[in-house]
């Protein structure tokens, strides 16, 4: 399985984006996709996941300002970032737990920059 996000960059304060992750490769139709963000010198901490049934949960810094979605017909996940404020800014990185395997997989990341 091989992910890869896309979408982020520099945006102002109070600005939007959207990351996607795309999962190629043999994936399991009953999983679980995660974003997660790490700042420089941070953890890597849980922004929100998503079930393969769109059962969805989001950290508490972000509720009612992200949301995250799926299109399995495109193996895609969506991270829509509203209201984006400075604090926000990390790699984002999407990943994929497989429940038959518990396997997880990882993308490469992908830099949001929240700035004026």
């Known amino acids: 399985v091989q992910l890869v996000e896309s979408g982020g960059g520099l945006v102002q304060p109070g600005g939007s984006l959207r990351l996607s992750c795309a999962a190629s490769?043999?994936?399991?139709?009953?999983?679980?996709v995660g974003w997660y963000r790490q700042a420089p010198g941070k953890q890597r901490d849980l922004v929100a996941t998503i079930t393969s049934g769109r059962t969805t949960n989001y950290a508490d810094s972000v509720q009612g300002r992200f949301t995250i979605s799926r299109d399995n017909a495109k193996n895609t996940v969506y991270l829509r970032m509203n209201s984006l404020r400075p604090e926000d800014t990390a790699v984002y990185y999407c990943?994929?737990?497989?429940?038959?395997?518990?396997?997880?997989?990882w993308g490469q990341g992908t830099q949001v920059t929240v700035s004026s």
């Open positions: 490769g043999t994936i399991a139709s009953d999983n679980t």
């Open positions: 990943n994929i737990q497989l429940w038959a395997t518990g396997r997880v997989y």
